[in-house]
């Protein structure tokens, strides 16, 4: 059948857009552009490359900064660190990222974020490394403000309780207490206690005149079933309850809410007049007819009026001309929601319309009304308490926007370790292919296919056939680990048996052991398993044994041993009598690229895909050596099974 399809309207690139992306500089057109900051160096930290937007950031000119060590940007306090994360990183061949302080060149402090990463060269060698370079001078002024408002929150916190504390003693004093407290209960609920000690730390504000009756839910269930008991623990304090373990100054709200009436309340007005009028936050007191009958100077403040204006008005109503209201309607509205019984509590209430630059106070608040009933349960009068969080919720704006610009560069940091992962995967596997066929040929000449060699020839030949099969196994090794380090690992559990395990490990490095002329013994008890991924671990066994088979002499022994541990674990040998490994560098063997014999062939990698293949199990992995010339043991522990697995697991 004949396509339908234009194949004139197909997905073509722009010739322009085309000829950009064949080119051999769109990479650095590409840098050039970027917002973050961007520096190179090479292993003597001299600055070999940046792009416009550090020098903008640091005042410098281009040609000022090419040639100049990096260390000389950096603040003096930060050098020394610069200097470790430099040397790590060509060390390690892995990104790293940290905060450090610039030096402009006027001699201003500028914070920035560090993402630095060493550049390697075509054998893999540390040749340089450039950093990502981010300004962060305006979060760190968000933090500090936000750590002083924090603080600033947490005082008004412990001035809110203290006014309650006054209050109780007050009230205390002056007003004969009758009210009912209930702490719902049982035997088995672990908050009760913890909400227990802190009703009995705010009954003690009143002096001993309140108490409270604890009562058992399953021995007196007709009482829970009367006050609606859901959960546990609950303190009832007439119709309004509080469960869990309660914030004082909630419980403080809700016992001042429950003994002061209007009747009670006027005998004390004297008293929480001179408290209120002193308090950090804006505090007034509405009557049920919508009259503002009570305020402290922050009012006057936040409604933009004198306290004559506001004083005797009908804020709730409002009045019939066009004078602007004291209120916002969003703030009325809650009010009416206060005068109906109802207490709200919100958190981020705008009531102006903001100015980022030049907020304006009271503009963004948080907002408590707290309703006062009399003996009949009438609501009487509101009291309202009204705190200035606007620079608070624009600080916390920011901050927020920030983090997303750190998200974004992470995204950034991912997928350049993507593209390097990549790159190492399509290189790796272009060298292995013709490896492969030089190693054949070399076989064919060995096995004299090709013709007689003579004994120097031959052994030449040996040589380089044993060179060729070391950098193949290198370049698998980063392969590997490569492989693991993005992806990550799948493991397939199952129970197996351990012998099986070690004996498909022995197989699959058969013939170098032969070729080595090694004896490879092992004792495994018969029925002796573990939980776990079985081509995972011979790839652990097999990494050990050509690690042994690496540092020990020829016709020399390696035994591999395994055993019962403990109750969770069994732990697997594998012993040479080699050349050992100097106490000093046991920790570090099993880190990435790490040799304790720089001459040594290898990548470096092995080791570390064995640490990672164990840790992915919920087992441990380390080294062990009296020293030069004398042997070294690895051991690595395993589930026994699944039910160990999920507990070893579930407390990582």
Not at 157 to 186: C, G, K, P, R, V
Not at 256 to 275: C, G, H, M, W, Y
Not at 350 to 360: E, G, H, L, S, T
Not at 462 to 468: G, M, P, Q, S
Request: glycine content about 6%.
């Amino acid at each position: 059948m004949k396509s339908d399809i234009n194949r004139e309207s197909d997905f073509k690139t722009h010739p322009i857009l085309e000829k950009i992306l064949t080119s051999s500089g769109w990479y650095k057109t590409l840098v050039d552009t970027m917002p973050e900051g961007i520096v190179a160096s090479d292993m003597n930290l001299n600055i070999i490359y940046v792009n416009p937007k550090i020098c903008k950031m640091l005042g410098y000119k281009e040609d000022e900064l090419l040639g100049m060590n990096s260390i000389d940007i950096v603040m003096e306090s930060d050098r020394a660190r610069v200097s470790r994360e430099s040397e790590k990183r060509f060390t390690e061949k892995k990104t790293s990222q940290y905060e450090i302080s610039f030096r402009s060149k006027l001699g201003s402090k500028i914070p920035v974020l560090i993402s630095g990463t060493p550049i390697l060269g075509p054998d893999g060698e540390s040749i340089g490394t450039y950093a990502i370079i981010t300004d962060i001078s305006d979060r760190k002024i968000v933090e500090r403000e936000l750590r002083n408002k924090n603080m600033e929150l947490q005082t008004l916190y412990n001035n809110l309780l203290e006014l309650y504390e006054q209050l109780a003693s007050i009230i205390a004093d002056t007003t004969t207490i009758y009210t009912e407290i209930y702490l719902f209960t049982s035997k088995d609920c672990v908050y009760c206690a913890p909400a227990e000690e802190v009703l009995q730390e705010v009954l003690a504000s009143y002096s001993g005149k309140i108490t409270y009756r604890k009562v058992d839910i399953d021995e007196e269930p007709e009482l829970a079933e009367k006050y609606d008991i859901m959960s546990l623990p609950t303190i009832a304090i007439g119709d309004e309850q509080l469960t869990s373990v309660p914030d004082m100054y909630k419980l403080h709200s809700a016992l001042f809410s429950a003994l002061v009436p209007e009747e009670k309340f006027r005998r004390t007005r004297q008293e929480l007049d001179n408290i209120i009028e002193n308090s950090p936050i804006a505090i007034l007191t509405i009557n049920s007819k919508g009259i503002l009958t009570g305020l402290n100077p922050l009012v006057e403040i936040m409604a933009e009026k004198k306290r004559n204006d506001l004083v005797g008005a009908d804020i709730i109503k409002g009045k019939k001309d066009k004078q602007k209201a004291a209120f916002p309607v969003s703030l009325i509205k809650l009010f009416k929601k206060g005068l109906s019984g109802e207490k709200v509590d919100v958190n981020r209430l705008k009531i102006k319309n903001v100015d980022v630059k030049f907020p304006q106070p009271f503009t963004i608040i948080s907002l408590k009304v707290v309703p006062m009933a009399n003996k009949e349960g009438e609501i009487t009068e509101i009291l309202a308490l009204c705190e200035d969080v606007t620079k608070l919720a624009l600080q916390e704006e920011e901050l927020t926007t920030s983090y997303v610009k750190l998200e974004e560069l992470n995204e950034k940091l991912q997928e350049v370790n993507r593209e390097r992962s990549n790159f190492m995967e399509v290189t790796s596997t272009g060298l292995l292919d013709p490896l492969r066929s030089s190693k054949e040929l070399l076989d064919q000449i060995l096995l004299g296919q090709l013709g007689e060699l003579g004994d120097e020839v031959f052994g030449t030949i040996e040589y380089l056939r044993n060179n060729l099969a070391n950098v193949s196994r290198s370049i698998l090794e980063i392969m590997d680990h490569s492989t693991l380090e993005t992806q990550g690992y799948t493991l397939k559990h199952k129970q197996y048996q351990l012998r099986a395990i070690v004996s498909d490990s022995l197989t699959a490095v058969g013939s170098v052991i032969i070729d080595k002329g090694f004896i490879v013994s092992h004792d495994i008890p018969d029925k002796l398993s573990a939980w776990c991924d079985k081509e995972q671990v011979v790839r652990i066994i097999k990494n050990l044994v050509l690690n042994a088979i690496k540092f020990t002499e020829k016709d020399s022994n390696i035994r591999i041993i395994a055993k019962n541990l403990n109750k969770d674990f069994i732990e697997i040998s594998v012993i040479d009598n080699g050349l050992g490994i100097y106490k000093k560098d046991l920790k570090r063997i099993f880190e990435q690229y790490v040799k304790v014999d720089p001459k040594s062939p290898g990548s470096g990698l092995g080791l570390a895909v064995v640490k990672s293949l164990v840790e992915a199990h919920g087992g441990t992995v380390l080294a062990e050596s009296d020293g030069k010339n004398k042997g070294s043991t690895f051991k690595f522990t395993l589930p026994k099974n699944k039910k160990a697995h999920d507990r070893i697991m579930k407390t990582k």
